[in-house]
């Protein structure tokens, strides 16, 4: 036993108390069927990893402009509701906590997916990279810059949205404000270039964040919504000229508003996805006094040593969970992991999905 917090002691998130401190890291893994559908085995996916304090679920659109991923589901149709109940049920019936992510992609969309139309975006700059669409590899295009009433048109999409997971049985939602798709190009100067109320300093640049967590907030419950944010990634074409300054703004602001939890993806120096500047989650914490998410290379030593400093509240681990269902038992028992295979992360079909094998002592 120890005095210290670890990553199996319970913590309160909202009204919910979750029996441990981990939580499954959002993931796409493009398995829902047409029309961007749950599917079966999207239940059994999720619920085979219903043990995590916290489960979050892969980024889900909000609406079909904010759609732009191959075999993503989405959360604005009824047929999608009411396939989602279903995986919130399989993760109900073994006593498990889920939230859906909220999902607009904006300028990494592509007209393949829209019907011809063009993505939407702050500004009419262009990522540099390709978009994956039914036809293969295309370039980004230049993004239509949303008019102001288009903004408030895509607020009140997430509203909606949140309204339908809550219909669907999750526990709430998580915004996806990270790793480049839409809140993150309004919040980051390299993709929002604005001169009205919605760019410039980064006070106009949390605007649309703040005006979609408050949407959401208010739609359900603050304490049902967590914010997803990742000061220095660059995933997606992101830059900011002084992301301490910008996230420290929006975390300030964030903090008023009673929120579930805040969740920051900042990997740590070896991961993949690391990045040499200076973190920022370190005053993101310090700024923020609700729960707080760690993300980005934890394995269990450094999980724990992170709650136990109070670097974090919470961790939340990605292809950790994705190639372990029983991630939890095997921290507990300090078992192996299976490698993850990373040539089935985003194929349709069951490898690599829900064939990783889980410990017999965790069966049935
Ligand atoms: C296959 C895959 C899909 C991902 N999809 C999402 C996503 O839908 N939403 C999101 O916020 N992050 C997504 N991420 C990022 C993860 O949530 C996480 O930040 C990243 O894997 C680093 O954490 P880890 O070192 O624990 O894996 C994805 C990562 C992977 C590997």
Redesign the pocket.
Known sequence: MTNHPHLFSPFRVGPLTLPNRFVM?????GRAGADAVPTEAMARYYGLRADAGLLIT??TAISPGGSGWLGAPGVYSEAQVGAWRKVTEAVHRKDGRIFL?L?HMGRVSHPDFLGGGLPVGPSAIAAKGDANTPRGKRSYVTPHPLTVAEIRAIVDDYATAAKNARAAGFDGVEL?A??GYLIDQFLRDGANRRTDDYGGSPTKRARFLLEVTQAVAAAWSADRVGV?LSPTGNFNDMQDSDPSATFHHATRELDRLGLAYLHV?E?LPG?M?HVPLPPVAPAMRQAFHGPFVL????DAAKADAAIAAGDADLI?????F?ANPDLVARYRTGAELNAPDFAT??TPGEKGYLDYPVLAAAKG
């Open positions: 890291a959002p993931m796409t893994r892969e980024a992510q999902w996806h990270a790793n997803r993806t990997p991961h996805m993300n980005g290379g934890y939340a681990f990605g292809v950790p994705l992360l985003y």
